[in-house]
T-cell receptor, first 111, second 112 residues
Framework: GDSVTQMEGPVTLSEEAFLTINCTYT??????LFWYVQYPGEGLQLLLK?????DKGSNKGFEATYRKETTSFHLEKGSVQVSDSAVYFC??????????FGTGTSLTVIP | DTEVTQTPKHLVMGMTNKKSLKCEQH?????MYWYKQKAKKPPELMFV???????INESVPSRFSPECPNSSLLNLHLHALQPEDSALYLC???????????FGSGTRLTVV
């Protein structure tokens, strides 16, 4: 079945460091791919999305490219800030309209 | 209006109480969802409503009872819960197809 595999955390970075959070997926058909962010005590917010191969989603300095050849959707940011500290979830929406989440990666950015 | 609004934000209830969680959206989304999230875990799907009809029930115990009175409202009725039901309950809505879900900020439920 469809699934999402996300790199284990937690991840701790210094401010202005480069961030990569790996995400790979297994799906039949052509899923849409998403990154959600969850700040402490809050719900999930859509960070970015890509709906077809080679699409690049971007928002707030974060980027992810839908790579069909490697079935990946890695999240990157060139320079993280303390305010980026949160849990990040990779997710896919399958051709059958089901939503699948990765296990989440906790990011802590220290000044 | 691009939000999903959940009330209350926090709820503490005893195991014999009956309470309800409420979710509202005015984006014209015709699919609405209830998720349960335990600490440091991804959300787990509980129920899906599509065009006000229950389309998916992920083997959720009957002490959780969903209701969709109209296309903008989704309720979750709670009765005789257990302490292990304490969690963050998230509501979401979506258009069909390729779109992501819009999540509410959740109700933090504690069962004592």
């Amino acid at each position: 079945g469809d699934s999402v595999t996300q790199m284990e955390g937690p991840v701790t970075l210094s401010e202005e460091a480069f961030l990569t959070i790996n995400c790979t997926y297994t799906a039949t058909g052509y899923p849409s791919l998403f990154w959600y962010v969850q700040y402490p005590g809050e719900g999930l917010q859509l960070l970015l999305k890509a709906t077809k191969a080679d699409d690049k989603g971007s928002n707030k300095g974060f980027e992810a490219t839908y790579r069909k050849e490697t079935t990946s959707f890695h999240l990157e940011k060139g320079s993280v800030q303390v305010s980026d500290s949160a849990v990040y979830f990779c997710a896919l929406r399958s051709a059958g309209n089901q939503f699948y989440f990765g296990t989440g990666t906790s990011l802590t950015v220290i000044p | 209006d691009t939000e999903v609004t959940q009330t209350p934000k926090h709820l503490v209830m005893g195991m014999t109480n009956k309470k309800s969680l409420k979710c509202e959206q005015h984006m014209g989304h015709r699919a609405m969802y209830w998720y349960k999230q335990k600490a440091k875990k991804p959300p787990e799907l509980m129920f899906v409503y599509s065009y006000e009809k229950l389309s998916i029930n992920e083997s959720v115990p009957s002490r959780f009872s969903p209701e969709c009175p109209n296309s903008s409202l989704l309720n979750l009725h709670l009765h005789a819960l257990q302490p292990e039901d304490s969690a963050l309950y998230l509501c979401a809505s979506s258009l069909t197809g390729i779109h992501g879900y819009t999540f509410g900020s959740g109700t933090r439920l504690t069962v004592v």
